[in-house]
């Protein structure tokens, strides 16, 4: 068994999973998303990792997870804003195109152009024959970005509804997460039947041999996030980069004599 495969196995979560132990293993997937990101920027590779799920299946946390110990200027995150009543007159994935990676870079969609699978046609942002017309086109598109060197990958979260009525509730009880809940949560509660019609079409149509879905139980948040990060790992062919030794060099300190200046510094309340 290879170094990486041995690092990774060491990786898989315990059950159950009690937070020493998930942070143990999150640890230990964060040194090889380390040599990852060294991969990527010596090799120039382009990566999209696409995250989508109905709400509160946890989809902020495991992008949080994955991205938490890498650099935010080689993995980029995207959250896209409702569109503009300029984007709205434009080609429907002109939107996305400049937020796709060059060469070195890592980009992850926090939802994504399957937006008009979803949101858009459950709650009638777009018209039916729009939604379909997305389903027919969008392997093609993707085919076009694998073609092009990026490497794809699609997760879908999964949640239930038991669970997903549990996490909305404490977005509204739990003053850390109330940013969480938006309008659109609550309109959009009472229409998981509509959601699971569409989420099936959506895989029916765009669940592609060059751009297939994975589909990850989220349940349990730290589960989800240790077994998305491993999937990845596992399905991008990075190699460990050699690194150069670095010491520390000697430096002198006490030469310069600091002036007697009225610094402001902060209550130390802790």
């Known amino acids: 068994m290879s170094k990486k495969k041995q690092a990774l196995a060491k990786a898989q979560p315990p059950a159950p999973l009690g937070r020493k132990d998930y942070e143990k293993q999150l ?3 964060h040194v090889e998303l380390v040599k990852l990101q060294q991969w990527v920027v010596a ?7 696409v995250f989508e799920g109905r709400d509160g299946a946890g989809k902020g946390g495991t992008i949080k997870a994955l991205t ?11 959250a896209l804003p409702a569109p503009s009543e300029r984007e709205k007159s434009q080609m429907y994935l002109q939107r996305y195109m400049p937020h796709m990676p060059s060469a070195g870079e890592v980009v992850i969609f926090d939802r994504s ?5 979803g949101v858009e046609r459950v709650m009638g942002f777009c018209t039916e024959d729009q939604a379909r017309g997305f389903l027919e086109l969008t392997p093609g598109y993707e085919r076009l970005m694998v073609n092009s060197g990026i490497l794809l990958f699609k997760y879908w979260l999964e949640v239930s509804p038991e669970e997903q009525s549990r996490r909305l509730k404490e977005r509204i009880t739990d003053g850390r997460k109330t940013w969480k809940l938006s309008p659109m949560d609550i309109k959009s509660y009472n229409r998981w039947d509509e959601y699971t019609r ?16 994975h589909v990850a139980r989220s349940e349990n948040k730290k589960s989800v996030r240790l077994n998305v990060i491993t999937h990845l790992l596992e399905h991008i062919p990075y190699e460990a980069i050699k690194q150069p030794r670095v ?3 000697k430096r002198k300190v006490g030469e310069y004599k600091t002036i007697n200046y009225p610094f402001k510094y902060i209550a130390e309340r802790f």
């Open 43 to 49: 090799t120039g590779a382009k990566v999209v990792i």
């Open 27 to 29: 640890a230990a997937l």
């Open 247 to 249: 010491r520390l060099p």
């Open 198 to 213: 569409a989420r099936d079409e959506m895989f029916q149509a765009t669940d592609s041999g060059w751009a297939p879905w």
């Open 113 to 117: 152009w399957y937006n008009r699978a």
């Open 68 to 78: 938490e110990r890498v650099s935010p200027r080689i993995f980029r995150v995207v």
